[in-house]
């Protein structure tokens, strides 16, 4: 089955700009560069932090999302205001660059000088170097036709002391499940083709089994083992590359609890399961076979 990983972010403005960097090392010099605006879509749902004045006049937003493979950051301006000059942390805040107490934005790693009526603008950072879960501190210039150009922040958790004007928010990275069938419907029940994970292993149980095994065992009579083996590893090669509800991992929970309490299966093993257990492997049943790609 083909996993399709489909990627990141909706930009809405007069005139954007985005970079994409490639190396996003922790103190590096700001780093600029330009491509053409895109409009993919995220995995799960992004962060939306209001962007403020030092006088907590709201002057736009960034939007921080990802895909299977970078982490998006976009700065959007509103109300009449555009983006000058960008600073941008992505990371540990043990790792920020301070002095005094405060974020040194002219160290932080990605950083952006605009010229023109640029209202938007968008970083591309792989998620290479991230942990699961950082911090964000996007910083912006801003003017309008009117008014002299001010430092605004996103974010609503301050940052230092009371005199800082610093402002961060958190983000933990989604998870990306975009597909929506397990697999081949000719692979569910098909003989050498019953196993889910081509020659590899797979663990069910605590125990590990071989395409071998499965395939000895498929050709005996059928069994609540046998089934809750094959339906199982099935669900562990093909179920985090597709949103499984939560009624079914419950059930697959209770079908492999069964199953490690009977040991290592073989081709002699024909196990009946408890009314519970029946249950619970009739549901992964049905869950998987409504789930194979036609």
Known sequence: MTLVLLAA???????????TISTP?????????????TTPTPCGTPVVATLRTTQRQTTGSVTVSNDATNLYVTYAATGGYRLEDLRLYVGDLALLPVRY?????????????LTGTVTSYTYTIPLAALGSCFSVMAEATVRTNWCSSQTAWAGSIHY???CSSAYYLSYCRATCTSD???MPVQLLYSGEAAWPNGDANVTVG???YTKSDAVSMYYTPDCDSKKALLLIAALK??????????SVTADATTVENWLSRLGQLT????YTASATVETAINNVDTWETSHTCH
Do not use: N
């Not at 107490?101 to 000088?113: A, I, N």
């Not at 090669?237 to 939560?246: E, L």
């Open 206 to 208: 605590g125990y590990t």
């Open 160 to 162: 230092g002391a009371s």
């Open 237 to 246: 090669v093909y179920g985090p590359k597709i949103t499984v509800p939560a």
């Open 101 to 113: 107490g405060q974020p040194v934005v002219s160290q932080f790693p990605y950083g952006t000088h």
């Open 180 to 182: 929506t069938c397990m």
């Open 25 to 37: 090392a922790a103190l590096q010099q700001p780093s600029t560069g330009t491509l053409k605006c």
């Open 9 to 19: 972010l909706v930009l809405t403005a007069v005139s954007c700009r985005k970079e």
């Open 267 to 270: 081709q002699f093993s024909q």
